[in-house]
């Protein structure tokens, strides 16, 4: 049930690696002060190449709370059976796949479609968690 967990956090830092390769040199580009950054914001006038990383990467600290949350949950209480496991690497999976929609393809609506079903599967694995528990 950890497994899961160490791969989304590597994922997020590879969001991160991403976003700075891309955001520091259009800051470098645009002649941006690093000390501008200072306000949220103040970035907005960098492309969208470099900010939909960032945004990105400010999801992957959002809903995935839910997740570690649940994943630790699971591996404590002894819940981390068969089909935890395979919820838990399907929220991975659509978390991965909202990354590279959100960063490459850039569709609202696709990316929202993704978010959802990583919302249902979080939501599956808590009822499977409260099931358990009683």
């Known amino acids: 049930m950890l497994t899961p967990v160490l791969a989304l956090v590597v994922w997020t830092l590879i969001v991160w690696i991403w976003m700075y390769a891309l955001r520091l040199p259009a800051m470098q580009a645009a002649k941006i002060d690093p000390q501008e950054a200072l306000h949220p914001g103040s970035l907005s006038g960098l492309p969208t190449s470099a900010r939909v990383v960032a945004d990105n990467y400010n999801h992957l600290h959002e809903a995935p709370t839910l997740f570690y949350a649940l994943a630790l949950y699971s591996h404590l209480a002894g819940t981390g059976d068969g089909l935890n496991i395979a919820l838990a690497w399907g929220y991975v999976a659509l978390r991965v796949v909202h990354s590279l929609v959100q960063i490459i393809i ?19 694995l808590a009822v499977r968690n409260v099931f358990a528990a009683t």
């Open 106 to 124: 850039r569709n609202v609506t696709m990316r929202f479609a993704v978010f959802a079903s990583s919302t249902i599967v979080l939501i599956v």
